[in-house]
């Protein structure tokens, strides 16, 4: 796993919005860090700016302390895993071969592809015989999301970012994959950003909590035991 650096990085949209004033963070190798805060605060921006969908107007991000901003970004992208809430997986193409996306673009076999996938599916908690052949609309929310995760994890990614990852899942699920998920990491073990607002949620996955205000101001960045137990 690798350790993520952000040095002061900001982002003022083209319309004058500072969404994120000056953040700093340093995310350590295989922790899962969260980052909670109010809706529009900039969580969403920080997390698009470490895969370079959205680029820093100031600041430096560092993985494994490799300034990434002098990357080719779609180059980059390809080692890092991103999870959103609604997946967008690729309707026309069955479950096999959306999680394939990434490897394909780095050129492996068929048949690696294949056996990668199937690997991923089962430990995402889904059959390879039952759901590698299935199309997307086939699968449940909570199973798409699996797939999702599977797809971001397809190649190895050196981060994995998630955005809200559980959100659009009903409460029932999301508890169900939260659980699965810890279980996963701990496979994994994975360096991880993940969003959300969900205080719960960032309780129970975090290893460390980043709590946001507006404008990207970081109010505290601690474990989730030590943030509760502050007055
Ligand atoms: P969060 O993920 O915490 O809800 P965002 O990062 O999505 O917050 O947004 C932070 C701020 O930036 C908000 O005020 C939002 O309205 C603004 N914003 C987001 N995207 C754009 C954009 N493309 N142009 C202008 N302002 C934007
Ligand atoms: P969940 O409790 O995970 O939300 P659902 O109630 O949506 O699950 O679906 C229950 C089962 O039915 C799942 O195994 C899912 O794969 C299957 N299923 C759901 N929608 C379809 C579909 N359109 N075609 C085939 N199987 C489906």
Not at 193 to 198: A, N, S
């Amino acid at each position: 796993a690798a350790s993520i650096t952000l040095e002061h990085i900001g982002k003022t949209y083209p319309d004058g919005t500072v969404a994120v004033g000056d953040f700093g963070l340093e995310v350590r190798a295989g922790e899962l860090t969260v980052l909670i805060g109010p809706s529009g605060c900039g969580k969403s921006t920080i997390l698009r700016m470490i895969n370079r969908l959205i680029e820093p107007t100031k600041g430096r991000i560092l993985i494994d302390g490799e300034n990434i901003l002098e990357r080719n970004a779609v180059e980059l992208r390809r080692h890092i895993g991103y999870v959103i809430q609604n997946v967008g997986l690729f309707p026309h193409q069955n479950i096999r071969t959306n999680i394939g996306t990434v490897p394909r673009m780095l050129g492996w076999d068929k048949k690696r592809i294949n056996e990668r996938a199937d690997e991923l599916l089962e430990l995402v908690g889904l059959d390879p015989a039952r759901y590698a052949k299935r199309y997307p609309h086939e699968l449940s929310g909570g199973q798409r999301q699996r797939v999702g995760v599977a797809r971001a994890l397809a190649a190895d990614p050196r981060v994995l970012l998630m955005d809200e990852p559980f959100s659009a899942v009903d409460p029932i699920a999301r508890g169900r994959l939260q659980e699965e998920f810890l279980k996963l990491q701990a496979t994994v073990r994975k360096t991880i950003v993940l969003v959300t607002h969900d205080i719960d949620e960032a309780v129970r996955l975090g290893d460390r909590i980043a709590v946001l205000a507006e404008g990207g101001r970081l109010l505290q960045y601690a474990p989730p035991a030590e943030l509760l137990s502050r007055p």
